[in-house]
C-alpha cells in the first residue's frame, strides 16, 4: 500500500530515495535513471524551450512527504533552493489530520480593450447583444479544447475611467480544462477583436489573459488537534494570524511562506509561478486591503481549524509541463490526472508551508530550525566536503554563530 509517510527519507542514501521514489510512482527504470543524472534537461531540449540558451540552472529537488490529500497519499515534489522550506512542509502535513481540497472550474479570463467609444454604455450593449456570435466565433478556432468539453463560455463589459478618457473593458471567460491557457485564451481575444470593432465601432488594443484568477479558485482546509499541538501553541499561533489579517506588511510576509511551498511544487511540475504569485497577491488585496490568503480559527473541541482560498491558474498539457523531462516524472510522481487536481494539491502545501511558518514564528522563533539547515550552506561555501559538511554546521548551529568566516575557522582547527 502507498504511503507518504516515509520516516527520515533525508538520512536515506540516494539510491535508496530514488527506490521510494520509483516504487511510489511506478516509474521505468529509465525515469528513475533520469532523476539520478541531475541533468536530464538536454541543450536541444532547453534550446528549444527559451531563447539564447548557453547551459541550465538546477534547483535542489527535494521530497515533501506526509501528505494526504482527499484521502489519498501523496508525495510532493518542491524545487526550492531555501533550506528548511521542504522540511517544514513535511512536518506540518505529518501533524495534519489530511487535507480536503476543491477546486472550481478551470475558467480563465481573457481581457479585451476598447478605446475611442463615443459612448460607452451603447458600445457596451452592442457586444452583449451579439455575445452568442462572438463566442461561437472564438470558438472556431480552437476545436480540440472545445472536443474535451472546453471553450469560450461568457462575456462581461464594464466602463472605466482613465486620463486617457473612457475605456470599455470585456472579459471573455473561457473553459480551459486541464490547460493553464495563456495561449487558448489569447488567441481566441485577437480572434473576435476585429468583429467587436466592426459592433462597436472602437479600436481594440490590448488581448490579453489576465492573471488574476477569480473564476479558477482552490479551496484547501485542515485540522490540527489541540493533543498533537497543544493548547497553548494554539493560542500563540491564532495571535500570529490576527496580526497578519489586521496589518499589511505582516500579511506579505505571512503570504510570502505560503507561496515558499507553492512556488516549488508549481515549478517542479514545470507552471508559472509568476503566474500563480501574481494572481495570489492580487487576490489578497481584492477587498481594498491586503489580506492573508489563510485563515485560522479554533473549533468547538479546541482543535486548530485552518483554511486557504487563492486562484490557482496550473496546467498539465503544454508548455515546460511536458517538455520538461523531470517536469513529466514530477506530475506522474504526485498521480495526478487533471489540472484541478494538482491544483488541490498544491493548495494544500501552502496551507502547510503557512502552518509551519506561524508555529516556528509563535513559539521558537523562526531562526532556530532555519539558522541549523543554513548552517550546512555556509560550511559548502568555506569549502567543506563530504562528512565535514554535517561536523562544521554541527559545530556552528551549537554555538549559535553560523557564517562562512567561521566555517572556515573550524576547517583551519580554530577553536
Not at 58 to 73: D, H, I, Q, S
Not at 90 to 101: C, H, L, P, T
Not at 223 to 244: N, R, S, T
Not at 302 to 318: C, N, Q, R, S, Y
Amino acid at each position: 500500500m502507498k504511503t507518504s509517510k516515509i520516516s527520515k527519507f533525508y538520512e536515506k542514501p540516494l539510491e535508496e530515495r530514488l527506490a521510494i521514489v520509483k516504487e511510489f510512482a511506478s516509474l521505468t527504470e529509465e525515469e528513475t535513471e533520469q532523476l539520478g543524472k541531475y541533468g536530464a534537461l538536454g541543450f536541444e531540449t532547453a534550446n528549444r524551450m527559451i531563447e539564447n540558451v548557453y547551459s541550465t540552472f538546477p534547483l535542489p529537488l527535494g521530497l515533501a512527504t506526509n501528505f494526504t490529500v482527499n484521502g489519498r497519499e501523496v508525495l510532493v515534489p518542491f524545487a526550492v533552493e531555501e533550506p528548511s522550506v521542504v522540511a517544514a512542509a513535511s512536518n506540518a502535513a505529518k501533524m495534519s489530520s489530511g487535507f480536503e481540497a476543491k477546486a472550481s472550474e478551470p475558467v480563465m479570463i481573457g481581457q479585451i480593450q476598447l478605446v475611442g467609444a463615443k459612448d460607452a454604455k451603447k458600445a457596451i450593449k452592442a457586444v452583449m447583444k451579439n455575445e452568442k456570435l462572438l463566442l461561437g466565433k472564438a470558438n472556431e478556432g480552437d476545436s480540440t479544447l472545445v472536443k474535451f468539453g472546453g471553450g469560450a463560455r461568457k462575456i462581461e463589459a464594464r466602463e472605466i475611467r482613465t486620463k486617457r478618457g473612457a475605456m470599455v473593458i470585456l472579459h471573455l471567460l473561457v473553459d480551459v480544462r486541464d490547460a493553464m491557457g495563456a495561449n487558448a485564451v489569447n488567441t481566441m481575444c485577437e480572434r473576435i477583436s476585429p468583429m467587436i470593432e466592426e459592433m462597436t465601432g472602437c479600436e481594440t488594443r490590448l488581448k490579453i489573459i489576465s492573471n488574476l484568477a477569480v473564476h479558477r479558485t482552490v479551496k484547501a482546509k485542515t485540522i490540527w488537534k489541540k493533543e498533537v499541538l497543544g493548547e497553548q501553541a494554539i493560542e500563540h499561533i491564532l495571535d500570529a494570524y490576527e496580526f497578519a489579517a489586521n496589518d499589511e506588511y505582516r500579511a506579505c510576509t505571512h503570504n510570502k511562506g505560503i507561496m515558499n511551498g507553492i512556488d516549488a511544487a508549481v515549478i517542479a511540475t514545470g507552471n508559472d509561478f509568476r503566474a500563480v504569485e501574481a494572481g495570489a497577491h492580487a487576490y489578497a488585496a481584492m477587498e481594498g486591503k491586503y489580506r492573508p490568503l489563510t485563515k485560522y480559527r479554533k473549533n468547538r473541541n479546541g482543535d486548530l481549524e485552518g483554511e486557504i482560498e487563492l486562484p490557482m491558474a496550473l496546467g498539465l498539457v503544454g508548455g515546460a509541463t511536458k517538455t520538461h523531462p523531470i517536469a513529466k516524472i514530477n506530475v506522474k510522481l504526485l498521480g495526478v490526472k487533471t489540472a484541478g487536481e494538482l491544483a488541490e494539491i498544491i493548495a494544500s502545501v501552502g496551507l502547510a508551508q503557512n502552518f509551519a511558518a506561524l508555529r516556528a514564528l509563535a513559539n521558537e522563533g523562526i531562526q532556530k530550525g532555519h539558522m541549523r539547515l543554513h548552517a550546512k550552506n555556509m560550511a559548502i561555501t568555506a569549502g567543506a566536503k563530504g562528512e565535514r559538511i554535517d561536523e562544521i554546521a554541527g559545530q556552528m548551529a551549537e554555538e549559535k554563530n553560523i557564517s562562512v568566516t567561521r566555517a572556515k575557522e573550524i576547517m583551519e582547527g580554530k577553536k
